[in-house]
């Protein structure tokens, strides 16, 4: 079987792709950074069955260092500054990582081994102001925060080094995907940690910002399925991985706290500060062409993504309690 490297490893996406790959009987090879100290215990349960090598995709040199010594078939670019919010207090920092970082990989692939396939971690944020609905491989970029400018240079760097350099190159366009693995710093976790502190009688409010903001979640574990198809396709192409449905915030805050018993208008308040200097109003992925080009669909719907997640940190508090 093939050797991956997986950017990001640690985080949500990075966990259940190396399960994935593992279970498939890959070599799993991860890229940390030796300054990250952020999730670790998502891989706890799999650490013995992979090999962790240090790296930063503000280094090209340790990129370089990683692909010869993994001697990757596939590559997977799940790494990023992660947070949109903090784009906005990190530009510059963000358009390193999120953009120019992903031209230093594709560069050290191309050094390295340009046979290899690559998988590029694109965004719904992309569409930002979107200007059709729902939106398509086709629909026009209109990003509104730098994480979403950022993402898009990344998206183009993607298909440029395809069509220039013959690559298997492929960006996969995923619109938002939760799981209990997600970080607190997520509206979508933040909210089903909150639901179980206050059900659990440690805490008594959650502070938001936009209520109305609609997005199309999905299952975190489904769509990194999405991210290995597309690395087994003959021809490198991108898609959109989706559910084809929004909710609202206020939806997933209704959801979260009437599973534990509570209704949601009695703690969540609306905060102004959490708002961004520019919103994404709403968005939603049209994923036909996985569908029919990879076989791919979700398998978990928006109430039982709520509903495993409030479990999950219900079960975190408790244990944390006592």
Sequence with gaps: MPNALITGITGQDGSYLAE??????????????RSSTDGGERLAHIADDLTLLTGDLLDEGSLVEALRTSQADEVYNLAAQSQVHTSFQQPVFTAQVNGLGVTRLLD???????????????TGEIFGKAQETPQTELTPMYPRSPYGVAKVYAHWITINYRESHEMHASAGILFNHESPRRSTEFVT???????????????????????????????????????????????????????????????????????????YR?????????LRPSEVDALVGDASKAHRVLGWSPSVGFDDLVAMMVDADMALVAASAG
């Design 20 to 33: 994935l790959l593992l279970d498939k009987g890959y070599d799993v090879y991860g890229l940390v950074r």
């Design 108 to 122: 050290a692939i191309r050094i390295t081994n340009p046979s290899a396939r690559f998988y590029q971690a694109s």
């Design 189 to 263: 976790r933040k909210i089903t940690h909150a639901a179980a502190m206050i059900k659990h009688g440690r805490a008594n409010e959650l502070r938001l910002g936009n209520l109305e903001a609609r997005r199309d979640w999905g299952f975190a574990g489904d769509f990194v399925r999405a991210m290995w198809l597309m690395l087994q396709q003959d021809a490198p192409e991108d898609f959109i991985i989706a559910t084809g449905v929004t909710h609202s915030v206020r939806d997933f805050c209704e959801r979260a706290f009437q599973h534990v018993g509570l209704d």
């Design 266 to 274: 009695d703690y969540v308040i609306h905060d102004e500060s959490h």
